[in-house]
């Protein structure tokens, strides 16, 4: 199993930074934004040495990050798998590589650090959304809820 909050806590300190993009870079992964339809949101593709994540340029600066995170997700976890991952991204579980791309994506964009634990239990999974500027589904994978 794959220590996804260590892989993560990992690549913050090391960086010195929560934004993927420049997460990316500093990997030396090729970023591009490209017009890929009106349903697919990101993609992540590893061809011999070289990884590529391609986003869609149509997205906002919000929706963008949380793909970027998803993506690098993808690029640093399941970096070993030949695969093109084309799905349309979504929040929601579509297996255990999507579900630690999620994870993934949820441990990078939202710092606990913000909030003491003792008030997490207290607040609601709209509220913790609000407070942290992410969709609920991302606050349910930070937080196991």
């Known amino acids: 199993m794959i220590n996804i909050h260590a892989r993560v806590k990992h690549l913050i300190q090391k960086y010195d930074t929560r934004d993927p993009e420049r997460i990316i870079n500093y990997l030396g992964i090729d970023l591009r934004y490209e017009d890929i339809g009106e349903k697919a949101k990101g993609f992540y593709i590893s061809l011999v040495t070289n990884k590529y994540i391609v986003i869609n340029n149509k997205l906002d600066e919000h929706e963008k990050n949380i793909v970027l995170a998803h993506e690098l997700g993808h690029a640093l976890l399941h970096y070993h798998k030949s695969t093109c991952y084309l799905r349309e991204y979504t ?10 791309a999620n994870k993934f994506a949820a441990e990078l ?21 609000c407070y942290y500027g992410v969709p609920k589904q ?3 994978y930070k937080f196991n809820y």
């Open 138 to 140: 991302l606050i349910k």
């Open 91 to 100: 929040l929601f579980p579509r297996g255990r590589i999507e579900n630690e």
């Open 109 to 129: 964009l939202i710092d606990e650090k913000n909030i003491e634990k003792c008030y997490i239990e207290g607040i609601s999974i709209k509220q913790l959304a």
